[in-house]
Antibody
Framework: QSTLKESGPTLVKPTETLTLTCTLS??????????VGWIRQPPGKALEWLAL???????RYSPSLKSRLTITKDASKNQVVLEMTYLDPVDTATYFC??????????????????WGQGTLVTVSS | QSVLTQPPSVSAAPGQRVTISCSGT????????VSWYQQLPGTAPKLLIY???KRPSGIPDRFSGSKSGTSATLGISGLQTGDEADYYC?????????????FGTGTKVTVL
């Protein structure tokens, strides 16, 4: 059974840097077509996609947060790490990591966020 | 922040059918496959529909998806109390100001 689990601090002070780790189990980010994404959800609000990284180290970021985000992978530890700088109280949210699979049709291929970690709540407060 | 627009809430009695719309543009829904996610209270989102209308293994056929132009629709028939959840659409976006992945604003389904 493949799973993902998020870990990191539950409380961060404003202006500090947040480092979140997604530990993968049952699959490898070295496998072709596999990726991991980060998504967050402020309390009572909608999902917001943040960043993703593919097996080939291709990385993508949300345009509105790109200057503050860095996503990396550690194949030896089977982990994906997300760093977010200059935290603000508006960054208080549950942060999820999700597995990305490549799907094929007769004409092309595309990617799907097909299963998610349980999420970790991060509160930004002094 | 959300690029895709959904109704805030829909409701119906047990056994009835509800539909949830997801409106986008040519840079997202119009040229990409749509997924739908179900988020039960206090849990992580779960993939419900992918490639506009396909169900992952284990998802009952009471859930259906469709796409037309720049809009997509999720249908839930034979509504059950266990279907009370928030539902989100999601797809890829080729515009420079959004994406590359965008979610909908979310819809809360209430079973009366």
């Amino acid at each position: 059974q493949s799973t993902l689990k998020e870990s990191g601090p539950t409380l961060v002070k404003p202006t500090e840097t947040l480092t979140l780790t997604c530990t993968l189990s049952g699959f490898s980010l070295s496998s072709s077509g596999v990726g991991v994404g980060w998504i967050r959800q402020p309390p009572g609000k909608a999902l917001e996609w943040l960043a993703l990284i593919y097996w080939n180290d291709d990385k993508r970021y949300s345009p509105s947060l790109k200057s503050r985000l860095t996503i990396t992978k550690d194949a030896s530890k089977n982990q994906v790490v997300l760093e977010m700088t200059y935290l603000d109280p508006v960054d208080t949210a549950t942060y999820f990591c999700a597995h990305i699979s490549r799907y094929y049709t007769l004409w092309d291929n595309y990617y799907v966020f097909d299963f998610w970690g349980q999420g970790t709540l991060v509160t930004v407060s002094s | 922040q959300s690029v895709l627009t959904q109704p805030p809430s829909v409701s119906a009695a047990p056994g009835q059918r509800v539909t949830i719309s997801c409106s986008g543009t040519s840079s997202n829904i119009g040229n990409n496959y749509v997924s739908w996610y179900q988020q039960l209270p206090g849990t992580a989102p779960k993939l419900l529909i992918y490639e506009n209308d396909k169900r992952p293994s284990g998802i009952p056929d009471r859930f259906s998806g469709s796409k037309s132009g720049t809009s997509a629709t999720l249908g839930i028939s034979g509504l059950q109390t266990g279907d009370e959840a928030d539902y989100y659409c999601g797809t890829w976006d080729s515009s420079l100001s959004a994406g590359p992945y965008v979610f909908g604003t979310g819809t809360k389904v209430t079973v009366l």
